[in-house]
């Protein structure tokens, strides 16, 4: 019953990663190339912060105004995803129900909750998949299990 789905139902469970200490330029090449527009930021094995397309282009808009691509891409590659990333980072658990999830995500205007179990870092729920769920859109687990843009 669709009143009853958990996190875990819906989740995506292979996600990319990326440590604090790495660039911007290289989050912009994975978020590019990978089609992903959120990353759990992880130090140390822990999750830390999480980083979205959102904050990538506010971090060059804010810095960069007018300027071309090469110095762009060169502020990119100066900066690390720890001044920029959202921390701490909100979390639900594998066991929330969805509209928990939804109601976060909405409440606090982000597109995406790490779901966390215990310490571990189990998934990603991102609006896309409450949307595909609501809509009754079935996805099948090879599906969720491969990292896509949510």
């Given at each position: 019953?669709?009143?009853?789905?958990r996190?875990?139902?819906?989740?995506?469970?292979?996600?990319?990663?990326?440590?604090?200490?790495?660039?911007?330029?290289?989050?912009?090449?994975?978020?590019?190339?990978?089609?992903?527009?959120?990353?759990?930021?992880?130090?140390?094995?822990?999750?830390?912060?999480?980083?979205?397309?959102?904050?990538?282009?506010?971090?060059?808009?804010?810095?960069?105004?007018?300027?071309?691509?090469?110095?762009?891409?060169?502020?990119?590659?100066?900066?690390?995803?720890?001044?920029?990333?959202?921390?701490?980072?909100?979390?639900?658990?594998?066991?929330?129900?969805?509209?928990?999830?939804?109601?976060?995500?909405?409440?606090?205007?982000?597109?995406?909750?790490?779901?966390?179990?215990?310490?571990?870092?189990?998934?990603?729920?991102t609006?896309?998949?409450?949307?595909?769920?609501?809509?009754?859109?079935?996805?099948?687990?090879?599906?969720?299990?491969?990292?896509?843009?949510?």
């Open positions: 019953m669709i009143d009853h789905a996190v875990r139902d819906i989740m995506q469970t292979k996600i990319v990663t990326i440590g604090v200490t790495e660039r911007l330029s290289t989050v912009e090449d994975i978020m590019t190339l990978g089609r992903v527009r959120h990353m759990p930021v992880v130090h140390g094995g822990q999750l830390v912060g999480v980083l979205s397309q959102r904050d990538l282009l506010r971090a060059s808009l804010s810095e960069l105004g007018s300027y071309g691509s090469e110095a762009r891409r060169a502020f990119l590659h100066a900066i690390e995803i720890e001044r920029v990333m959202s921390a701490p980072p909100i979390v639900i658990d594998p066991d929330a129900r969805v509209q928990l999830a939804a109601r976060l995500m909405a409440d606090r205007k982000i597109g995406c909750l790490p779901v966390l179990d215990g310490d571990v870092l189990a998934g990603m729920i609006e896309t998949d409450v949307l595909c769920w609501v809509a009754g859109v079935e996805r099948d687990a090879a599906e969720r299990g491969s990292p896509r843009q949510g």
